[in-house]
């Protein structure tokens, strides 16, 4: 049993490692206990058992792997961390579970895995599953293939791929084990529920008795779509929604649930592809040409036998496809023609899509084939065209199909007929739009009046089905001239038609359809059960809202009911208008006058004629009248313009009489069923009329009218004609001017181009220069919409017209054609537009529709095919001239190019690029001259121009892009996108392809409205190029990134980033978040639409041209991809896409778990343990010159417990390429993972190291990126580093610094620069200097480069052991042989003589004479040389603007950031301001004190300064000072805001602040005067907001130019600097006055101003001047006002930074500290009054770090114990004010551990609580101690542990017993007698001994008012005493207590401190005045605090008196008054030098 005890001890996770069964049984035990304990799932405890799981489930015991199993299940549901072990665990389970006899272990097993499942790791499951059947067990195979049938039954098909699994099913089914054949039995019966007859072709091949086993299970299953029952984590909302639905009763969506998951899988895709044209025979090709047709027949069916396979790969199939197009088309034997036709069908049916491109040369063979009369080649025929048809769209071979319409043999007709109404059935509504359906239509009506009855009857079926597919409200106006009986046979047969979607109604199918893939893909189900919601009721109203309903489909689209919705729009009758108006019979006069009679009065009639104008007038208002109040279906158009038009009709002469007229012809058309004959009759009239001048509107106004009744298009082909067959000039230039206007009204749609282009071009010709101008106007519109190819019809007019014609073009260009507002075109026409396609060149597609094109087949012969293709450069370039001139002659062309496009594929790849790019030109050129027509040749002729774009030769590549873009301009995107080829062009690891082709994407994705679904297959290898090597193709994928995102959705791209490799995979993910907040929103439809017709091309005109540009521009701002830039993104510049691929993609499956959670996990004191095992030797000290394995393996070690798994995988591995991939993960990380990343930063610096020691350096960049980032991140969260941490990292950075890359030393100089925010930089010194003793000279440079900024910036104080030794040390350099260490030893010496003088020369000691003399020449250099010299040595430096005390906290940045653009203007000439133009802009950002400012400069400026300041101040002193001045009341009047004097005069106030700095006397004290004449008027001063930070600035650093330099300079008068001083002083009395501008002075300003306030005190050498002592009174009085008047939050915080500084800089006297305290104490007096307007916060935080940086041991060090008794009654003071509440206020503070602050706090408040007695008060004093007694145990041994330590050591003896007695005080119930039984008995008695003493001493000082540790100030408190006094025993109870008791107190502390209490000290002013105050009552200290200057003498008054009353002696109230009248003084002189300056 003694065993038992020991292991019952352990911790649960060392139990569950424990080798005896009961420990693990115990442990598995208490685990599961706990793992069902813990609540969050992001819990810490999870990741202590991460890397324990395995072993639950892989235990070797049974019993104990049960209850394993058990906690494990646990673990996975509930762990947020669980996901990190699915790899290891499932395969755990299939190894060691699967194989138990325990039923209950296998369903446990199969529970974790379904549990991983649920958790998302579905793939990784399933991988491992998938080769647990690959184990020789076959318990494990039947395991397995159990679990997968579970998930799949309970998961279903979206979550288990079947794929892989179907895959190796037939291998099951031939196991030999029984029970894996029954096992695969039921999953195949599992997966063909779900997939349902998908499954059949993959199973053909097994054992026919088992097949039919199957199908026999297959049939008893429901017929149901399956649904899962079991969800995700992420899904689990969608089960609830599912569960309420079911309760609901109703089962709403099932419906479009099957839709969604049956069609699913498509048998297609379970298939393997089979390459067969290597299996092809090798003399296929010779044999397929063989005379024998028996030779022939064997070559096609070795063919016939490999298409049979389903599915083919891709390959070029192009000779293949030629070859049995031949054989249909040419070959005589029948019985051939139906085999090759056979092939061609397995072709089109293996490779689907992919034949597409194949299509359009086939298609014309076949159809004319069908002249073949035997029924089985015309089914062979049939099946191949059927098969081939389901490849391409209808779109793209209806030209072919409609050319053979024509034929004249009735079988073609017949057959093609037929296939039209098969090809039917397979569309939808939107595949089938109106613009394809037009052509098709015509062409059958005329079949339908064929004599041959088959071809009629074929024609009927086929627009029968298309009457189905779109309903009648489509086809209708295709019909109007289809007699009744006719149209009821169309009737007839759309009832018998069977669509493949299964829709009973066109209209349905409208609302269906959405998907732009066409429709073909229905074949497997997919495309068509979307919608199962029809729309029943077939109204005009739904109708038109069908598409608005689905905004989100594709919406071009989107309106396919639009075009047949213009009875909608209050037009009914008119369905016909769109082809054929109803043609209405002309009518003879007689009928019409009988018809119009019948509606007009009769009167009217009679007067028609009448020769009295007036009667006709009359007759014309009546005529109108009549209209006006007409109905339409009554109204008589014809015979009312029959009327009109009768004598005299149009040849009326009086104006008003035709005005009616025409207005009446206006209103007829627009009320009545106007027809084109009416129009006929009055046409002619109103082009008569139209050059009228007073007529000439209302004939528009007719014209328009007719024009939107009977169409624009006819009406206006109509007035052309008419316009110009007349003379009239007039009439001929206002017609072309109505076209223009009429063209944008009512669009451009239907308007035939060829009819008016040519009387374009007679009125280009005419003499009349308005008719050239109106037609020149004219074609400015067109232009609008046809676009650039318009030109072309104008290339041969004479060069002055053409010149204008293209200066018209150019107003236009960029400009988008209007909204059409008229005519039914708005309806219908641009709809037919809509429908086009759904890219930009819908508009314009009628418009190049109507231009005449030539075909050119014919010229295309077999010579010129064989010429391109010849192997002689120069004939192919014959041939291809050739062509360029065929296609240059003909400028518009047929689509059909015969042999054309092979030749031309052929010379894209040629070897000679010139002919390349000659054949890029002739696709350019096609592209433009074919128009939309081009879009059959994308995939044989497009796809192969992309491939170009990989070429190595930029022009090449240019002339590709640019033929791509003219080609996409044409064809619009949709052909590009569709099918694999795009995706496998971007596959090809080829840079330049992919960096062009990804441009060229990005470029055209955001004008897309929609894209084909194929995108999708773009984004793996887009993945693959985000990590690709070349930095140009990593920047192209990112831009694409969004672009891709916005089409795809973030969701699918997101999923698609599964199959990535873990560390890929994090990094994509990142981007695609960062994407998806830059995700471009579609571009909007409506839009589109109206402005986009334009569209054809002028917009994308420019495109080819821009991208060139853009890619030009990338290049030159990014010459190489920055691997900074690249790593800052998180993306490793070197993750090579080529490696991706060589893993196979289990590892990548494997790993994809892992990725989740963080990276870094924090393990609780884990930094501290591993301190502690160095420190005692534990483990090796890491020091080594290089690293051994034994560093590294311990490394790995130690950090295997709190790195990721993965990541530390990467980390340790050989290849550099995981280094930089580790960093990238770690960069990423570092923001989100802060704690880990402190908790495990020994290890990462560690780390890190051993990369210094690498030799690549690209993982050294990024390195060195990390370090920059994380130091940076270290700073802002006030982290410190540790002694441990900076020993282990520092000295191998500093090795760095040595570098021969300028890059790298200037990163690691700006990483040492941002160590100092972290790291003191005393504390840095001594490393620096160890590397100035490198061999490396570089290094020694850089290093004392280094030295000389840490002393600049930090001043003399940073220099250890003492500034002697380590300037000694560097002045050993100056004889160094190096020239640049020389140098910098030299900079460094003359940077310390700038701050110190001389006195350098004293530390430096004797140097060689050499030495000496060329130190002395560098520093007499230093002096003459103009302030902006320095700048060339500064170069190398990195930034080190700021000062960087442990106050760089983010609160102090505020007034710090405008204040940098202030003090720009100041002091160009610093050298901080060279160095934060040439150094690391980073740091800048990052270090924000500008208070550094570098004032050895400003001394070395008088030189420049004297010769130009005094003029330039006198200039702006007269000019622009008096709007400060004297603002006049007209000025205000003007303007109220003060605002805009203030931005004037805010330059000059710069400007004279500026000079406030000047090294020039007398430019300060002019500059002084302003600025105080500004402060002394109350008004004025206010301009001065804004600039009091700047101002002060410049005044401290004017005291620290006098204090270093002037005070120095023996030939300055010393008046001349008291009078600088008095000016100074004044100025700054005259601000603090100024309560508001006083308030805006920051910390650090205030912090340095008082710096030199004080230090000005202690300068000895101004009491030696006559007027000194006045000055150091006048200072004493400015200290008062600055700290009474300051904000009180900023004077606090500024106060204890400063009290930190001194006694941190062992340079600074004891004297500087004390009166920092005395001011400290002054503020302790206010705080009263002050409490409230004080941020707390900030305070404690300032001083938590006080305390951090000096510990109490360390405070108890210092000579004086002032220091800690001025920090304790602060704090004191501050608790009673506060109460317990103070303890809210430490929210600042990160980590309260640091310092002693919240303990101290604690205590204080318990004191206080145990004076006032009360239980309320113990309540929270208990409440307070409480919050100490959370530590745990182990805590609380380890610090008694360290306390007995202490005790048993010689010297912390003391400090130990007070600590214990501390502790014990603290817990009282602490037990420490488990410490004292194993000492000696001694030891023991000493330690009781000890605390007794302790604590008589501390309870007889609490007896003692004035010995307390805490009361030493409390004199300086002048408020009632329970606020004030802290332990007085008497003074609980409210009452006042007198100046006297102060006085006692006063001098037991002067005695103390050694001060004698009858005679001031040496330098009395500060102390007086600031003990002063001390007395009086509570009234007159107020006063003090809030009078204004007029009653501050009356106050001081008060003070003298009390001061004498109180035995003060008379020199403090002397110098009260002198200071007094010193103000007044100081105002007179100020006064005296004005007028001496006029």
């Not at 100035?1332 to 220099?1359: D, F, H, I, P, W």
């Amino acid at each position: 049993m003694g065993d038992d005890s020991e292991w019952m001890k352990l911790p649960v996770d060392q139990k569950c490692e424990h080798k005896l069964w009961k420990a693990r049984l115990n442990g598995y035990e208490e685990a599961l206990k706990i793992f069902q304990k813990i609540k969050d799932e992001k819990s810490p405890e999870w990741s202590k058992f991460l890397g324990l799981i395995k072993k639950f489930v892989t235990d070797s015991n049974a019993v104990v792997q049960l209850k394993g199993l058990e906690a494990a299940l646990v673990y996975v549901e509930n762990a947020h961390v669980a996901g990190k072990t699915t790899g290891e665990v499932v395969s755990g389970v299939v190894s060691k579970v699967f194989n138990q006899p325990k039923a209950k272990a296998k369903e446990l097993g199969i529970e974790i895995c379904l549990m991983y499942i649920e958790i998302e790791k579905g793939e990784a499951v399933q991988e491992e599953l998938l080769k647990g059947l690959d184990s020789k067990n076959p318990k494990i195979i039947v395991a397995c293939i159990e679990t997968l049938r579970k998930a799949l039954s309970e998961f279903g098909s979206k979550i288990i791929l079947l794929k892989p699994i179907i895959k190796v099913l037939p291998k099951l089914f031939e196991s030999r084990e029984k029970a894996v054949r029954d096992e695969a039995k039921l999953i195949a019966v599992e997966i063909y529920r779900w997939i349902r007859d998908a499954l059949r072709p993959p199973l053909q091949n097994i054992n026919s008795v088992q097949l039919k086993e199957l199908e026999e299970e297959w049939v008893k299953l429901p017929t149901g779509a399956p649904r899962p029952t079991r969800f995700l984590r992420s899904q689990q909302e969608l089960e609830a929604k599912l569960e309420q639905q079911q309760s609901a009763g109703g089962d709403a969506e099932g419906g479009g649930d099957d839709g969604d998951e049956v069609p699913q899988i498509d048998a297609y895709e379970l298939l393997e592809a089979v390459e067969i044209l290597s299996k092809l025979p090798k003399d296929f090709y010779d044999k397929i040409e063989a005379k024998k047709w028996q030779e022939r027949k064997e070559a096609l069916e070795a063919v016939e036998v490999l298409v049979k396979n389903p599915k083919l790969e891709a390959g070029d199939y192009a000779d293949l496809v030629k070859a049995l197009k031949k054989v249909v088309g040419k070959d005589t034997n029948v019985m051939l023609v139906a085999l090759a036709a056979k092939c061609l069908t397995g072709l089109a049916v293996g490779l689907r899509k992919k034949f597409g491109q194949y299509a359009g040369h086939v298609v014309p063979t076949i159809l004319e084939k069908f002249k073949e009369k035997k029924p089985h080649v015309v089914q062979a025929l049939q099946e191949a065209m059927d098969a081939i048809f389901l490849t391409t769209t209808l779109q793209n071979i209806s030209e072919d199909v409609l050319a053979v319409m024509d034929n004249k043999n009735p079988t073609i007709k017949q057959q093609t007929s037929l296939f039209i109404a098969r090809s039917f059935r397979h569309c939808t509504a939107s595949t089938l739009p109106k613009s394809l359906l037009k052509p098709f239509c015509a062409a059958l009506l005329k079949h339908i009046n064929d004599s041959a009855p088959e071809v009629r009857d074929a024609a009927f079926e086929a627009l029968g089905t298309a009457l189905k597919v779109v309903g009648e409200k489509v086809v209708n106006p295709f019909l109007v001239d289809v007699d009744k009986l006719k149209l009821d046979k169309i009737r007839e047969c759309s009832e018998k038609v069977e669509l493949v979607h299964g829709k009973k109604a066109g209209l349905a199918a409208e609302k269906k359809e959405f998907k732009p893939v066409p429709g073909r893909t229905a074949a497997s189900g997919a495309a068509g059960d979307k919608d199962t919601k029809d729309i029943s009721a077939p109204k005009p109203g739904p109708l038109k809202k069908a598409p608005a309903t689905k905004a989100g489909g594709p919406p071009k689209k989107g309106k396919p009911t639009a075009p047949g919705g213009p009875g909608s729009a209050g037009t009914k009758n008119k369905k016909g208008l769109e082809t054929k108006e109803i043609v209405e019979p002309e009518l003879s006069l007689e009928v019409c006058e009988e018809k119009a009679s019948a509606v007009l009065p009769a009167t009217c009639i009679q007067l028609l004629d009448s020769s009295n104008w007036k009667e006709r007038l009359a007759c014309m208002e009546e005529f109108q009248k009549a209209v006006e109040l007409m109905d339409r279906t009554d109204m008589p158009c014809q015979a009312l313009v029959r009327m009109l038009a009768k004598k005299p009709g149009w040849k009326e002469t009086n104006f008003q009489v035709m005005q009616m007229k025409l207005h009446i012809v206006a209103l007829i058309a627009q009320k009545g069923h106007f027809s084109k004959t009416s129009a006929q009759i009055v046409l002619d009239g109103l082009v008569d009329k139209i050059g009228d001048v007073k007529c000439g509107n209302n004939a528009k106004e007719a014209m328009t009218a007719i024009a939107e009744a009977c169409m624009l298009p006819w009406t206006a082909e109509q007035v052309m004609s008419m316009a110009f067959s007349q003379k009239n000039p007039k009439n001929q230039s206002e017609t072309l001017n109505w076209l223009s206007n009429a063209i944008k009204e009512f669009g451009f749609s239907g308007l035939n181009v060829k009819a008016f282009i040519s009387n374009v071009k007679t009125a280009l010709a005419a003499t009349n220069p308005a008719v050239r101008t109106s037609a020149i106007t004219l074609l400015g519109v067109m232009y609008l919409y046809v676009g650039p190819s318009l030109r072309m019809f104008f290339e041969d007019e004479k060069p002055a017209l053409l010149s204008q014609i293209d200066a018209e073009f150019e107003k236009m260009q960029g400009q988008s054609p209007p909204a059409p507002t008229r005519g039914i075109s708005k309806h219908s026409s641009s709809g037919a537009d809509e429908e086009d396609g759904d890219e930009p060149d819908d508009g314009g597609n009628d418009v190049v529709d109507l231009l005449p094109r030539t075909e050119i087949s014919d010229k295309i012969t077999s010579e010129l095919v064989s010429k391109i293709g010849d192997k002689n450069w120069k004939i192919r370039k014959e041939g291809l001239d050739e062509v360029a001139g065929i296609i240059n002659e003909a400028k518009f062309i047929q689509p059909h190019i015969g042999e054309l496009p092979t030749a031309l594929k052929g010379r894209l790849n040629d070897s000679n690029k010139i002919l390349v790019q000659q054949t890029l030109n002739i696709l350019q050129q096609l592209a433009v001259a074919m128009g939309p027509n081009i879009k059959q040749h994308v995939k044989n002729l497009g796809i192969p121009i992309i491939t170009v774009l990989g070429d190595s030769k930029n022009n090449v590549r240019a002339a590709a892009l640019a033929t791509v873009n003219a080609w996409a301009e044409q064809t619009g995107m949709k052909e590009w996108l569709e099918g694999e080829d795009l995706s496998e062009e971007l596959k090809k690891e080829n840079p330049f392809l992919r960096q062009e082709l990804l441009g060229w994407l990005a470029e055209k994705l955001p004008t897309l409205r929609s894209t084909p679904t194929d995108l999708i297959l773009c984004v793996p290898h887009l993945y693959s190029c985000l990590e690709d090597r070349n930095g140009d193709v990593r920047k192209k994928a990112q831009d694409a990134l969004p672009f891709f995102m916005m089409h795809l959705g973030y969701e699918k791209m997101a999923k698609a980033t599964g199959k990535l490799k873990p560390t890929s995979k994090d990094q994509v993910l990142a981007m695609l978040e960062k994407a998806k907040a830059n995700m471009p929103a579609k571009p909007a439809a409506p839009a589109k639409t109206t402005s986009k017709p334009a569209g054809g091309s002028a917009p994308a005109k420019f495109q080819p041209a821009s991208a060139p540009v853009e890619d030009s521009v990338s290049g030159t701002v990014e010459p190489k991809p920055d691997p900074k830039k690249a790593k800052a993104l998180g993306i490793s510049s070197k993750a090579k896409s080529a490696q991706g691929k060589k893993v196979p993609s289990k590892t990548s499956l494997k790993d994809d778990e892992d990725k989740s959670g963080p990276v870094f996990i924090v393990v609780p004191n884990g930094k501290e343990q591993r301190m502690k095992d160095e420190k005692g030797l534990k483990v090796l000290k890491w020091n080594f010159t290089t690293p051994r394995d034994e560093y590294i393996e311990q490394l790995k070690t130690q950090m295997s417990s709190c790195v990721a798994k993965w990541l530390q995988d990467e980390m340790f591995h050989a290849d550099f390429q995981h280094h930089n991939k580790a960093l990238a993960v770690m960069v990423d990380h570092l923001e989100s993972e802060k704690e880990g990343v402190i908790g495990c930063l020994d290890l990462i610096l560690k780390w890190l190291t051993l990369r210094f020691f690498d030799t690549n350096t690209s993982v050294l960049m990024k390195a060195l990126e990390y370090l920059k980032l994380l130091f940076t991140l270290l700073s802002e969260e006030e982290y410190h580093l540790t002694e441990n941490e900076a020993s282990s990292f520092i000295p191998y950075l500093i090795l760095k610094v040595g570098e021969p890359k300028d890059v790298i030393r200037k990163d690691v100089r700006a990483i040492l620069n941002r160590m100092c925010l972290v790291y003191p930089a005393s504390k840095m010194f001594p490393f620096i200097m160890e590397g100035t003793k490198s061999k490396n000279s570089k290094q020694r440079a850089e290093c004392l480069e280094e030295l000389g900024c840490l002393v600049e910036s930090y001043g003399m104080n940073v220099c250890q052991p003492t500034p002697g030794k380590a300037l000694k040390e560097i002045a050993i350099h100056i004889g160094d042989r190096d020239n640049a260490v020389r140098n910098a030893a030299l900079n460094t010496i003359v940077t310390v003589y700038n701050v110190h003088g001389d006195q350098v020369f004293k530390l430096i000691g004797t140097l060689s004479e050499k030495d000496m003399s060329m130190l002395e020449e560098r520093i007499k250099r230093s002096a003459k040389r103009p302030a902006a010299a320095p700048v060339k040595q500064v170069e190398e430096k990195p930034q080190r603007t700021q000062s960087i005390s442990s106050n760089a906290n983010m609160l102090r940045k505020g007034p710090a950031e405008d204040m940098s653009s202030k003090l720009k203007i100041m002091y160009r000439t610093y050298r901080i301001q060279a160095r934060s133009m040439s150094g690391h802009p980073e740091a800048a950002q990052m270090v924000r004190r500008e208070f550094q400012l570098d004032l050895d400069e400003i001394e070395n400026d008088n030189g420049t300064v004297r010769c130009e300041m005094p003029e330039l101040v006198q200039h702006k002193l007269d000019d622009i000072f008096e709007p400060v001045l004297i603002p006049e009341p007209k000025i205000r009047a003007v303007s109220p805001h003060f605002d805009d004097m203030h931005s004037n005069t805010a330059s000059t106030i710069n400007f004279i602040i500026s000079q406030v700095a000047s090294g020039d006397i007398n430019t300060s004290i002019q500059a002084l005067t302003q600025i105080d004449e500004v402060l002394r008027q109350e008004d004025k001063a206010e301009a001065m907001s804004g600039h009091i930070d700047q101002f002060l600035i410049a005044t401290f650093m004017q005291l620290r130019l006098i204090y270093n330099t002037h005070m120095a300079d023996e030939k300055l008068d010393k008046d001349e600097i008291i009078k600088l001083y008095s000016c100074i002083i004044g100025n700054m009395i005259s601000l603090f006055q100024i309560e508001s501008l006083a308030r805006e002075a920051s910390t650090g300003v205030l912090k340095d101003l008082m710096h030199g306030l004080i230090t000005l005190m202690l300068d000895s050498r101004i009491e030696d001047l006559e007027e000194g002592q006045q000055v150091i009174r006048s200072v004493n009085l400015l200290v008062v006002k600055v700290l009474e008047k300051s904000d009180q939050t900023n004077i606090l915080s500024a106060l204890l930074v400063l009290l930190q500084d001194s006694l941190l800089a062992t340079a600074s006297s004891p004297k500087f500290s004390e009166l920092v305290m005395k001011c400290l104490w002054r503020m302790v007096r206010l705080l009263p009054d002050t409490i409230n307007s004080i941020n707390l916060d900030r305070i404690l935080l300032d001083i938590h770090i006080f305390m951090k940086v000096f510990p109490k041991e360390k405070l108890k060090q210092c000579k004086s114990e002032f220091p800690i008794r001025t920090l304790k009654t602060l704090l004191h003071t501050l608790c009673k004010l506060k109460g317990p509440k103070i303890l809210d206020h430490l929210t600042m503070i990160d980590n309260k551990n640091e310092s002693e602050l919240e303990a101290h706090l604690c205590r204080m408040m318990k004191h206080s609580m145990d004076q006032t007695g009360s239980k309320a008060d113990k309540e929270t004093e208990k409440g307070a101690s409480r919050i100490d007694e959370k530590s745990s145990k182990a805590k609380v041994n380890d610090f008694l542990a360290e306390i007995f330590k202490k005790i048993g050591s010689k010297e912390n003896t003391k400090e130990g017993l007070a600590e214990l007695y501390e502790y014990k005080k603290k817990y009282s119930d602490a037990d420490i007698e488990p410490f004292l039984k194993n000492s000696s008995q001694f030891f023991q008695s000493y330690v009781e001994r000890g605390l007794r003493v302790i604590e008589m001493e501390r309870e007889g000082k609490g007896r003692i008012p004035t010995s307390t540790g805490i009361s030493p100030q409390m004199e300086v408190t002048c408020v009632p005493a329970p606020t004030s006094t802290v332990s007085s025993t008497g003074n609980t109870n409210g009452e006042e207590v007198g100046p006297s008791v102060y006085l006692e107190r006063l001098k037991i502390l002067r005695q103390r401190c050694g001060l004698d209490n009858t005679k001031q000290d040496d330098r009395p002013p500060l102390t007086s005045l600031l003990s002063k105050p001390a007395v009086p009552t509570v009234a007159s200290s107020t006063d003090m605090l809030h009078s204004k200057l007029s009653q501050l003498r009356e106050s001081r008054e008060q003070h003298q008196h009390s001061d004498l009353d109180s035995n003060q002696t008379h020199s403090s109230g002397s110098m009260t008054t002198s200071s007094t009248a010193n103000i007044d003084d100081l105002k007179k002189r100020l006064e005296r030098i004005k007028s001496s300056r006029k």
